[in-house]
């Protein structure tokens, strides 16, 4: 098993914005005529609200005005860690009709642009990006895995610790997962000034939620393998 390095594989931007979308509970919605907050999505996401399609694509509605609008949507850690923020996804577009949160379909929206902003940076999205990725199959039960980690099995956490590279200095006060996907946990090792994330790879991509377990149950196997205790400080 390898531990983390600044190779392991990880999400794509396209992946992540997807991601986003298909977990979230929650959207901002700003147009000309004001900001709404659309809460308590249903498991639909924001696109069982909005209908994106290519510029000068045909609408159900027929309607020629288009008026523009912004989606904001946050990622927000699961976890108690520091700095909770992983992501913002801002969505860009032209309505085809105006928004309201209580309609019974979908908007039609006139993608414009996907921006992705998190700890790497700002990185732009296209729709045929989109379009062509296929969420990760982690999203949908992500925080119910992660907390149910800390909550039930707090030990485990540093047992991880083992595989970070480089090691956990003696500055490290806390580590918690901030962060699971198809293709590893990462874990929020905490110092007394500040913070870094530690990227542990499994050997192969989850390809559905049933091989979430025993790939982490592999990593706590070479865990424990590992001569390194890496305890945290008392």
Same mark, same amino acid.
């Given at each position: ?6 190779? $392991? !594989? +990880?999400? =794509?931007?396209? #992946?992540?914005?997807?991601?986003? *979308?298909?977990? /979230?509970?929650?959207? %901002?919605? &700003? ?71 209580? $309609? !019974? +379909?979908? =908007?039609?929206? #006139?993608?414009?642009?996907?921006? *992705?902003?998190? /700890?790497?940076?700002? %990185?732009? &999205? ?71 994330? $530690? ?36």
């Amino acid at each position: 098993m390898r531990p983390s390095s600044p190779r $392991a !594989a +990880r999400p =794509t931007p396209a #992946e992540r914005v997807r991601s986003i *979308l298909t977990a /979230a509970h929650s959207m %901002t919605v &700003v147009t000309d005529g004001g900001e709404q907050e659309v809460h308590r999505l249903d498991g639909t996401g924001p696109m069982g609200h909005i209908h994106l399609h290519v510029p000068a694509e045909h609408c159900p509605t027929g309607r020629t005005a288009r008026l523009p609008v912004r989606l904001e949507l946050t990622d927000i850690a699961p976890t108690p860690v520091r700095d909770r923020l992983r992501a913002r996804v801002t969505l860009t577009g032209l309505l085809d009709a105006p928004y309201t949160s209580e $309609a !019974a +379909r979908s =908007t039609c929206t #006139e993608f414009g642009q996907a921006l *992705l902003e998190d /700890a790497g940076g700002r %990185t732009f &999205v296209a729709l045929d990006e989109l379009l062509a990725t296929e969420p990760d199959p982690m999203a949908g039960c992500e925080a119910a895995m992660l907390t149910h980690l800390v909550d039930e099995h707090a030990e485990l956490v540093p047992l991880l610790l083992r595989l970070v590279r480089p090691l956990p200095g003696r500055d490290t006060v806390r580590a918690l997962p901030v962060a699971l996907d198809r293709y590893g946990i990462t874990l929020r090792l905490e110092h007394r000034t500040g913070h870094r994330d $530690a990227r542990l790879a499994f050997p192969t991509p989850v390809t559905g939620v049933d091989e979430a377990g025993p790939r982490i149950h592999a990593l706590l196997a070479a865990a424990r393998r590992s001569s390194h205790p890496n305890r945290l400080p008392a």
